[in-house]
């Protein structure tokens, strides 16, 4: 009781205070922790589906009410990102008879194992982090189900109802067979799944009682975990998917007791998720391309849903989902690639309007404007978030296919970098897109097997277009010093301050396709240090050092990029290296590591030293 009352209070004291105040995050902090007590930490343990599902008066009001409800209820206007009267495509037909034939691939990363459904629920000693995960998820039913309810296949139909009563009850009561059952991010999943299977199931002429009673108890034990603030990440997209579920179900089975509470809770932590996970201006804060998309259509997909079920979404999420939408098309590429900035993986993007007109039935709003207009007239367009750590220099603004045609160049400036879910050491970094390739890249992050040598090396300073300081660096503070537009270009310049030096970088566009970065590094500890600028090569480019100096990289198609460092020194260039330190490596796809061509230029100092460094790129020879 005491720690209810406790809840209560520092509610109310911390909705007073601004949301950006030291005072009111460790208000929250507090609350958190009232609240997890007072639920009894991991309190969702205890909401058992099996016993749950024969005792349902625990769990809903009128048993009688509620199962007369589920038979006769008229079918749902939507579920949430399932269609309501799901159709066979040839394609969901072949995976349907995959599964079928015992062909499993519980994800596309993973080789397709020879598997008889229901699967395996133990842990496999050969099955990774994100296999087991993924083989909890069950999101790779998906076509059986479709295949079973649209097309009538009672053995598909049948196999997919196996399958999910197998995991129910295999999977229900500690101890937990894998660590991938209870995952928060498989959770989010596996109940939009149960949900969307359960609004299907119900309306079957042959429901069975039993089987109702167990969906809506497992739904129920999904839920008490969602809610629970032991196993809520407030920052991290899987906040995003744990509110977005949680409503799900309070909207699929208004039946159960909680519902309403867990409804008001979502809601409350949804609009806490979009003030802290974005920057006032709309950019999701995880330093990903890729995870903005991610989120953005996940946060439209849940307006349109809640729209579509009749509840009111507060003004703060439609907000915010506008924000997101507009500033989204500066990280498209002409050619609608995204750079492979943070954790933005290699997967062939949607396109974006399709996908996003999609999820909301309407046309998305123009992208925003340049944040400083051009005194120039070659149509360049600059986007600068310091707070989201973007930096965008385009040869022309997003919305314009002209002229991305005449210019397609493509400079994402990592002007900012900090702890965030997804984001890597790329502090002053910068990635170059060019004549309708990539040029100087960052090399992908291998997967989220955190422990994995490729992942560490891939997300730290060494594996990223920047300069290290005597070694490679972790999160240092970094100043914004100012940004402008003249007659020479767009100018962006940002200040790192690792501890034992200060690395002032700026920036310069000048279309077309010239880029020109100037380094000033002061050693402020007295201590010489080699001072190493890197630029990592896409590997279709062949780099060499020319007789005059200059590093030059060429494209299969007879394209150059030269690189001109105005200070003496040497070119360094490393290929799939791993010792003394890993160098020289990116990975195409997901658990993929392969050499690639790392270009260094470093000078020794202890004092100051200043890199002039113009990246120009020429077409081919006519």
Same mark, same amino acid.
Request: glycine share 6%; hydrophobic share 40%.
């Given at each position: 009781?005491?720690?209810?009352?406790?809840?209560?209070?520092? %509610?109310?004291?911390?909705?007073?205070?601004?949301?950006?105040?030291?005072?009111?995050?460790?208000?929250?902090?507090?609350?958190?922790?009232?609240?997890?007590?007072?639920?009894?930490?991991?309190?969702?343990?205890?909401?058992?589906?099996?016993?749950?599902?024969?005792?349902?008066?625990?769990?809903?009001?009128?048993?009688?009410?509620?199962?007369?409800?589920?038979?006769?209820?008229?079918?749902? #206007?939507?579920?949430?990102?399932?269609?309501?009267?799901?159709?066979?495509?040839?394609?969901?037909?072949?995976?349907?008879?995959?599964?079928?034939?015992?062909?499993?691939?519980?994800? $596309?990363?993973?080789?397709?194992?020879?598997?008889?459904?229901?699967?395996?629920?133990?842990? @496999?000693?050969?099955?990774?982090?994100?296999?087991?995960?993924?083989?909890? &998820?069950?999101?790779?039913?998906?076509?059986?189900?479709?295949?079973?309810?649209?097309?009538?296949?009672?053995?598909?139909?049948?196999?997919?109802?196996?399958?999910?009563?197998?995991?129910?009850?295999?999977? &229900?009561?500690?101890?937990? %067979?894998?660590?991938?059952?209870?995952?928060?991010?498989?959770?989010?999943?596996?109940?939009?799944?149960?949900?969307?299977?359960?609004?299907?199931?119900?309306?079957?002429?042959?429901?069975?009682?039993?089987?109702?009673?167990?969906? #809506?108890?497992?739904?129920?034990?999904?839920?008490?975990?969602?809610? @629970?603030?032991?196993?809520?990440?407030?920052? &991290?997209?899987?906040?995003?998917?744990?509110?977005?579920?949680?409503?799900?179900?309070?909207?699929? #089975?208004?039946?159960?007791?909680? /519902?309403?509470?867990?409804?008001?809770?979502?809601?409350?932590?949804?609009? !806490?998720?979009?003030?802290?996970?974005?920057?006032?201006?709309?950019?999701?804060?995880?330093?990903?391309?890729?995870?903005?998309?991610?989120?953005?259509?996940?946060?439209?997909?849940?307006?349109?849903?809640?729209?579509?079920?009749?509840?009111?979404?507060?003004?703060?999420?439609?907000? !915010?989902?506008?924000?997101?939408?507009?500033?989204?098309?500066?990280?498209?590429?002409? @050619?609608?690639?995204?750079?492979?900035?943070?954790?933005?993986?290699?997967?062939?993007?949607?396109?974006?309007?399709?996908?996003?007109?999609?999820? +909301?039935?309407?046309?998305?709003?123009?992208?925003?404007?340049?944040?400083?207009?051009?005194?120039?007239?070659?149509?360049?367009?600059?986007?600068?978030?310091?707070?989201?750590?973007?930096?965008?220099?385009?040869?022309?603004?997003?919305?314009?296919?002209?002229?991305?045609?005449?210019?397609?160049?493509?400079?994402?400036?990592?002007?900012?970098?900090?702890?965030?879910?997804?984001?890597?050491?790329?502090?002053?970094?910068?990635?170059?897109?060019?004549?309708?390739?990539?040029?100087?890249? @960052?090399?992908?992050?291998?997967?989220?097997?955190?422990?994995?040598?490729?992942? !560490?090396?891939?997300?730290?300073?060494?594996?990223?277009?920047?300069?290290?300081?005597?070694?490679?660096?972790? #999160?240092?503070?970094?100043?914004?010093?100012?940004?402008?537009?003249?007659?020479?270009?767009?100018?962006? +310049?940002?200040?790192?301050?690792?501890?034992?030096?200060?690395? +002032?970088?700026?920036?310069?566009? $000048?279309?077309?396709?010239?880029?020109?970065?100037?380094?000033?590094?002061?050693?402020?500890?007295? +201590?010489?240090?080699?001072?190493?600028?890197?630029?990592?090569?896409?590997?279709?480019?062949?780099?060499?050092?020319?007789?005059?100096?200059?590093?030059?990289? %060429?494209?299969?198609?007879?394209?150059?990029?030269?690189?001109?460092?105005?200070?003496?020194?040497?070119?360094?260039?490393?290929?799939?290296?791993?010792?003394?330190?890993?160098?020289?490596?990116?990975?195409?796809?997901?658990?993929?590591?392969?050499?690639?061509?790392?270009?260094?230029?470093?000078?020794?100092?202890?004092?100051?030293?200043?890199?002039?460094?113009?990246?120009?790129?020429?077409?081919? /020879?006519?």
């Amino acid at each position: 009781m005491l720690h209810r009352i406790a809840s209560r209070v520092l %509610r109310l004291a911390s909705d007073r205070l601004s949301p950006t105040t030291p005072r009111r995050r460790q208000l929250r902090r507090w609350l958190r922790r009232a609240q997890t007590r007072a639920a009894g930490h991991g309190g969702w343990t205890r909401a058992d589906a099996v016993a749950n599902a024969r005792r349902l008066q625990r769990i809903v009001g009128s048993v009688a009410v509620a199962q007369r409800r589920w038979r006769e209820r008229k079918p749902a #206007v939507a579920t949430y990102l399932h269609p309501v009267d799901p159709e066979a495509t040839a394609a969901v037909r072949v995976a349907a008879a995959q599964l079928l034939e015992g062909r499993f691939t519980p994800h $596309r990363s993973v080789a397709a194992r020879h598997e008889r459904l229901p699967p395996r629920w133990d842990e @496999d000693d050969d099955g990774r982090r994100t296999e087991q995960m993924y083989r909890h &998820s069950l999101r790779w039913l998906e076509p059986l189900v479709i295949v079973g309810h649209a097309d009538g296949d009672e053995q598909a139909w049948q196999l997919a109802t196996d399958t999910v009563v197998s995991w129910i009850t295999g999977n &229900s009561r500690p101890p937990w %067979r894998s660590k991938g059952a209870w995952h928060d991010h498989a959770v989010s999943i596996r109940v939009r799944v149960l949900c969307w299977f359960f609004e299907l199931y119900r309306r079957r002429p042959d429901a069975h009682a039993g089987i109702l009673a167990l969906l #809506v108890a497992s739904i129920h034990q999904h839920a008490s975990f969602l809610a @629970d603030p032991s196993t809520y990440t407030p920052r &991290s997209n899987h906040a995003l998917e744990a509110n977005g579920s949680l409503l799900a179900v309070c909207a699929t #089975v208004p039946e159960l007791r909680a /519902a309403g509470d867990w409804e008001r809770l979502a809601l409350r932590r949804l609009e !806490r998720y979009v003030v802290e996970a974005f920057t006032d201006d709309g950019f999701s804060k995880e330093q990903s391309p890729r995870y903005h998309f991610f989120i953005l259509r996940r946060l439209a997909a849940v307006v349109t849903y809640l729209h579509a079920v009749g509840r009111a979404v507060p003004a703060t999420i439609e907000r !915010r989902l506008q924000q997101a939408t507009v500033v989204w098309p500066w990280l498209v590429r002409a @050619d609608g690639s995204l750079p492979r900035v943070g954790d933005t993986n290699d997967h062939a993007l949607p396109q974006w309007r399709t996908s996003l007109i999609d999820a +909301t039935g309407a046309e998305p709003p123009p992208s925003c404007p340049s944040t400083i207009a051009s005194p120039r007239t070659d149509g360049a367009a600059m986007l600068v978030s310091f707070a989201a750590g973007y930096a965008v220099l385009r040869g022309g603004p997003p919305d314009d296919p002209v002229a991305a045609v005449d210019d397609d160049t493509h400079v994402l400036f990592k002007c900012n970098y900090f702890r965030f879910p997804h984001f890597h050491r790329d502090g002053l970094s910068f990635v170059l897109f060019a004549l309708g390739r990539e040029w100087l890249i @960052d090399p992908g992050f291998h997967s989220y097997e955190y422990e994995r040598w490729e992942r !560490r090396y891939l997300c730290s300073s060494s594996a990223h277009n920047t300069v290290e300081i005597g070694a490679s660096f972790d #999160v240092h503070p970094v100043e914004f010093v100012g940004a402008s537009r003249d007659d020479d270009g767009d100018h962006i +310049t940002v200040r790192h301050l690792p501890g034992h030096a200060r690395h +002032t970088r700026t920036l310069t566009h $000048r279309p077309p396709r010239q880029v020109r970065v100037v380094d000033e590094v002061e050693v402020i500890d007295g +201590t010489t240090r080699d001072v190493r600028q890197l630029f990592h090569v896409h590997p279709e480019c062949e780099a060499g050092v020319r007789a005059d100096g200059r590093l030059e990289l %060429r494209a299969p198609d007879g394209a150059r990029c030269v690189i001109t460092q105005q200070r003496g020194g040497v070119w360094r260039l490393v290929r799939g290296q791993r010792h003394p330190e890993p160098l020289g490596w990116w990975s195409p796809r997901q658990l993929v590591i392969e050499p690639i061509t790392t270009c260094s230029y470093v000078v020794q100092t202890d004092a100051t030293v200043v890199f002039d460094t113009t990246v120009e790129v020429h077409p081919p /020879a006519r």
